[in-house]
Nanobody
Framework: QVQLVESGGGLVQAGGSLRLSCAAS????????MGWFRQTPGKEREFVVG????????NYADSVKGRFTISRDNAKNTVYLQMNGLKPEDTAVYYC???????????????????WGQGTQVTISS
């Protein structure tokens, strides 16, 4: 069993920054690709960014390219999401998730991720 715990959310003004963390309190994520997703009420969960096992390959949604940066520290079993230049439309609950494939990669589809954190709220005021 894997338990993922997100932290770092909060309320910031437009243009500000936040750094989200996703730590595995049980199980491991070091041999799995990871992803960050976000969801607003009444909408489907959407892909934000994914990162490969080594961290050498990343894939960003167009809406966050150039503003968000994903990274990971496998020794700490933790993935990070640095969010800069935040906009009101970035307001959402942010979730991290572990890819279902050992060592392999996952696409942007939620169906390819099997373990999810509880989410952390990010609110951007205009």
């Amino acid at each position: 069993q894997v338990q993922l715990v997100e932290s770092g959310g909060g309320l910031v003004q437009a243009g500000g920054s936040l750094r989200l963390s996703c730590a595995a309190s049980e199980g491991t994520i070091s041999s799995y690709a990871m992803g960050w997703f976000r969801q607003t009420p009444g909408k489907e969960r959407e892909f934000v960014v994914g990162i490969s096992v080594s961290g050498g390959i990343t894939n960003y949604a167009d809406s966050v390219k150039g503003r968000f940066t994903i990274s990971r520290d496998n020794a700490k079993n933790t993935v990070y999401l640095q969010m800069n230049g935040l906009k009101p439309e970035d307001t959402a609950v942010y979730y991290c998730a572990r890819c279902r494939y050992y060592v392999g990669g996952c696409s942007s589809s939620t169906r390819e991720y099997v373990y999810w954190g509880q989410g952390t709220q990010v609110t951007i005021s205009s």
